[in-house]
């Protein structure tokens, strides 16, 4: 059951709604459950939340301009930065932030799913192992 939680809590951290998973993953991983699962469960929730970005931006980002919930000028500096950087900017997706926009930014631009799913995965696979390593390494 804990897995199930820090998958939604992962998810839901990922999309464009306020929320981390770091905390819980290093909280589960005191508790002695498997790291491995854990990393393989938060990294899934988080990429999956990031592809719910990517769908926004893809479907929903011209709506959403027309309506004026974004504005114009937001969506011309994103892809001005998005082309600037390009698809190594979706290594940047685990930022507090700026990654969240990032995957939403490469949906509009409709970026290559299969190369935006590469990166993003490896991105979130990245931080999650990190932040295991360091708990596991320096926690008594």
Do not use: C, Q
């Not at 993953?25 to 719910?52: D, H, Q, R």
């Not at 000028?73 to 930065?81: F, G, I, P, R, T």
């Amino acid at each position: 059951m804990v897995y199930l939680y820090l998958f939604f809590i992962a998810l839901g951290s990922a999309t464009l709604l306020p929320g981390g998973s770091e905390a819980l993953l290093l909280y589960l991983n005191s508790e002695k459950n498997s790291t491995l699962l854990l990393l393989f469960v938060a990294t899934l929730g988080n990429t999956l939340g990031s592809f719910i970005n990517y769908m926004l931006g893809r479907y929903a980002s011209a709506w959403a301009e027309k309506k004026n919930y974004i504005k114009s000028l937001h969506v011309k500096k994103s892809k001005e930065y998005f082309d600037r950087f390009g698809g190594f900017a979706l290594l940047f997706a685990w930022v507090p932030l700026i990654g969240d926009p990032i995957t939403f930014v490469a949906g509009m631009l409709r970026y290559n799913l299969l190369v935006f799913t590469v990166l993003v995965t490896l991105s979130k696979f990245s931080r999650y192992a990190f932040l295991l390593y360091i708990f596991n390494t320096y926690s008594p």
